[in-house]
C-alpha cells in the first residue's frame, strides 16, 4: 500500500485539556478587548498600541517560546490556536506573531546562545517585534535567487540589497536578514552561498521605506526595505555562512501551520456569521436556514473547516513530536486550508446575500485577508511542489517506491 504513515495512530489528534483551556482563555481575551474594535482597525488599518500592550500583558507572545529565554513555553498546538481564535476576530494581528516567529526560528535553531539570550527574551515579553526580510522585487518563490549581497571586511559584513513585502517591517525592532555571501558553486546548487544576519532597526543605512497597501490583513502592514552599506559584526551572523537557504527551508517548514490555521479561523469567523444570518434572514415567511439547499451548503462549508482544521493540528502534533512527516502535512495544511477557506468565505457571502458585500457586514473582509495566506510563506503551488517532494521521499525511505522513481524528483 503506498501510504506515508505507518499505522491508523498516526492519525489520531489529540488536544489536551491544557490545549482546550488555553483556546478559551485566548477565545474570552480576544472577544473581550479585540472584537469590539475590530472594524474600527480595519477602517484606519492600525492596531492601537495599547492592543499590542494586552496582548503581552497577557504572555502570547511569548507562547511557543521556552521559558528559558522569558516565554511561555508550549507547543506547536498551542501556537496554531492562538492564530486561529485571533483570526476568528481579526486577521492581521496574528501577522505580528507569524513574524516574531519568523525571526526566531533560525535563532533557535541555529543560532548561538549569545543570540538567544540577546534577541529572544524582549520578543518573548512583547517588548520588541521581529521581521524576516527575505523577499525581493526580483524573487519570492525563487529564494536562491535573491540579489542583496553581503561582504565580509575584517569581522564585520557589508550588506547592500533591498527586500519587498516585509510583513511587519513598519514597527519591528530587529530583522533577520538573508544576504548571499558567495556565488554558487553549481547550478545544481543555486541555493547555496546565502547566509543569515540580524540587523537591528537603528543600524546607519538600513530604512524601512513605502509601505504597500495591502486588500487585507488590516493592522499589519507589508513594507519596503533598503540596505545600503548596512555593517555588522561577524557575531550578527546566523549560522553557517552559506547555509541560509536551508535555514529558511526549515523555518517555513514550521511557519506554514500557523498559516493555515490563520485560514482555519477566518473560515471559522465567516461560518459563524452565515450561520446566524440564515437563522434570522426571512424569505416567504420563513428563515432561509429552512430551505434545503442553505442547510446543504452549511454542512458542506462545516466539512471543509473540520477537515482543514484536523490537518492543520496533525502538523502541528507532527512537528511537537518531531516527526519527519511534518513537513510533508504542514504543506498540505497550508494550501488545503488556505483553498478551502477560500470556498467557505465566499459562500458565506453568497448566503448573506447583498449584504455580504457591504463592509459593516464584516464579512467580506475575511476573504480579502485570507487570498494573502494563499500568496506568503511559499505560494500554494510550491506547497504541493514541495508536498509531493516530500511524500516521495517519505515513500523512498519506507521501500515503497523504486529508487528510479525516487531519482526523477530528489
Known sequence: M??????????????????EMFRKAVREFVEREIAPRAMEIEETDEVPRDILKKIAENG???????????????????????????CRV???????????????TPIMLFGTEEQRQKYVPPIARGEK????????????????????KA??????????????????????????????????????VRYLGLTFFIVEKDTPGFKVEQCYHKMGLYGNHACELVLENVEVPDENRVGEEGMGFLYAMETFDRTRIGV???????AQAAFEKAFQYVHQRQAFGVPIAYFQAI???????????????????????????????????????????????????SEAINLHGGVGVIRETGVERFL??????????????????????????????KGQIPDEIARLVT
Request: proline letters at 3%; charged letters at 25%.
Open 260 to 266: 493555515a490555521a490563520q485560514a482555519v479561523g477566518m
Open 90 to 104: 481579526l486577521p492581521g494581528l496574528s501577522v505580528y506573531f507569524g513574524t516574531n516567529e519568523l525571526f526566531l
Open 295 to 345: 442547510q446543504f451548503s452549511l454542512v458542506e462549508m462545516m466539512a471543509k473547516i473540520f477537515t482543514a482544521r484536523l490537518l492543520t493540528y496533525l502538523a502541528a502534533k507532527l512537528a511537537d513530536e518531531d516527526r519527519r512527516e511534518f513537513t510533508f502535512v504542514a504543506s498540505l495544511a497550508k494550501f488545503y486550508a488556505t483553498e478551502v477557506a477560500e470556498e467557505v468565505i
Open 368 to 397: 480579502r485577508s485570507v487570498k494573502i495566506t494563499q500568496i506568503y510563506e511559499g505560494a500554494n503551488n510550491i506547497q504541493k511542489l514541495v508536498a509531493y517532494r516530500q511524500l516521495i521521499r517519505l515513500l523512498k525511505e
Open 129 to 148: 517585534f521581529g521581521a524576516f526580510a527575505v523577499t525581493e522585487p526580483c524573487c519570492g518563490s525563487d529564494v536562491a535567487g535573491i540579489q542583496t
Open 60 to 86: 502570547f507572545f511569548g507562547i511557543g517560546i521556552p521559558e528559558k529565554y522569558g516565554g511561555q513555553g508550549g507547543d506547536h498546538r498551542m501556537a496554531a490556536i492562538l492564530s486561529e481564535e485571533f
Open 2 to 19: 503506498v501510504f506515508p504513515f505507518d499505522t491508523v495512530e498516526d492519525y489520531s489528534i489529540v488536544l489536551t485539556r491544557e490545549h
Open 151 to 188: 561582504e565580509k571586511k575584517g569581522d564585520k559584513w557589508v550588506i547592500n540589497g533591498r527586500k519587498a513585502f516585509i510583513s511587519s517591517s513598519d514597527v519591528a525592532d530587529f530583522f533577520i536578514v538573508l544576504a548571499r555571501t558567495y556565488p554558487p558553486p553549481d547550478k545544481k
